[in-house]
């Protein structure tokens, strides 16, 4: 409903954000990762932002999403990453999602790795499915707040307060990189339609 009500007043670009764990092992707490691509598990149970009758006034009722995430603007994020000196904690990969509220257990994590997840977390999946339904350019990127843990035996429990804490920790840096792509998007709109 927002991403609506953002079409109906004229947005053309939707740049989604989410905390969300770390399942690449690659990845450290504090990094960004851009989403390349998702995998809509609450879909897999029925849950789609698109169910029900279609509304042809917002776009068609089965749209395309393998070219979700606008390759020109994931290039643009890593220039301006290079360009921020951020080019060490900014990659790339695939969001997945169960809805929450409950962090994943182990066995879950496990299969979402399996299945090609570099991030878990709880929203953005279904923003950016009605963002491209109404045909807006969509970008979106994970802040990783914490690793997930994939074994029985460790003693670590993912909460909240780590995330929120991660979430400050880095939020100037998030402002700067949002603010710098924001600024390149509306650069690129006013050469199109100056
Ligand atoms: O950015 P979102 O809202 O996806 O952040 C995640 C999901 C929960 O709101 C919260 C859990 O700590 O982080």
Redesign the pocket.
């Given at each position: 409903m927002p991403v609506r009500v953002m079409k109906l007043l004229g947005v053309t670009h939707l740049v989604a954000?989410?905390?969300?764990g770390g399942l690449n092992p690659k990845f450290e707490v504090g990094d960004i990762m851009l989403v390349k691509d998702h995998i809509n598990l609450m879909g897999f149970a029925g849950n789609n932002p698109l169910q029900g009758p279609n509304d042809e006034r917002f776009g068609p009722r089965f749209p395309p999403m393998n070219e979700a995430y606008d390759k020109t603007l994931i290039r643009e994020a890593k220039r301006i990453a290079k360009e921020l000196g951020l080019e060490n904690i900014v990659h790339e990969g695939c969001y997945t999602?169960l809805g929450?509220?409950n962090?994943e257990t182990v066995a879950e994590l496990k299969m979402l790795s399996m299945l090609g997840a570099d991030s878990v977390?709880?929203?953005?999946v279904h923003e950016v499915i009605t963002g491209r339904h109404c045909d807006l350019t969509v970008m979106a990127f994970s802040l990783i707040?914490n690793k997930c843990i994939t074994a029985y035996d460790s003693n670590d429990n993912p909460n909240?307060e780590e995330?929120?804490d991660v979430g400050k920790m880095r939020q100037d840096v998030l402002k700067l990189f949002v603010q710098s792509i924001v600024k390149y998007i509306k650069q690129t709109e006013d050469s199109i339609n100056p």
């Open positions: 954000t989410n905390a969300a999602y929450g509220p962090f977390g709880m929203s953005t707040t909240h995330v929120m």
